[in-house]
Nanobody, 126 residues
Framework: QVQLVESGGGSVQAGGSLRLSCAAF????????MAWFRQAPGKEREGVAA????????YYAESVKGRFTISQDNAKNTVYLQMNSLKPEDTAMYYC???????????????????WGQGTQVTVSS
């Protein structure tokens, strides 16, 4: 059984920063695709960023490019999402997800991911 545990959410003012963490338990961490998604009230869950844990390739949604950075610590089986220059529209529940592989055309599609965390709330005030 795979378990993903997110942490690091909170409330910040616009322009601030937060770092989210996703610790993976119970599965082989290497050569997987790990991603962050977010869902705001009344909206669809959307992909934000992904990383191929085998080689470190990263992928980003256009809305967060240049502001968010996804990274990994293989020794800790943990993926991070560093979020800078936060905007009120970044307010959402953020979820960590895992898939067996990264396919670049679909890497931010929620349907590609099998395992999900419970989510951590990020609130950005103006």
């Amino acid at each position: 059984q795979v378990q993903l545990v997110e942490s690091g959410g909170g409330s910040v003012q616009a322009g601030g920063s937060l770092r989210l963490s996703c610790a993976a338990f119970g599965h082989t961490y290497s050569n997987n695709c790990m991603a962050w998604f977010r869902q705001a009230p009344g909206k669809e869950r959307e992909g934000v960023a992904a990383i191929y844990t085998g080689g470190g390739s990263t992928y980003y949604a256009e809305s967060v490019k240049g502001r968010f950075t996804i990274s990994q610590d293989n020794a800790k089986n943990t993926v991070y999402l560093q979020m800078n220059s936060l905007k009120p529209e970044d307010t959402a529940m953020y979820y960590c997800a895992a898939a067996p592989a990264c396919y670049s055309d679909y890497v931010l599609d929620r349907g590609e991911y099998i395992y999900w965390g419970q989510g951590t709330q990020v609130t950005v005030s103006s």
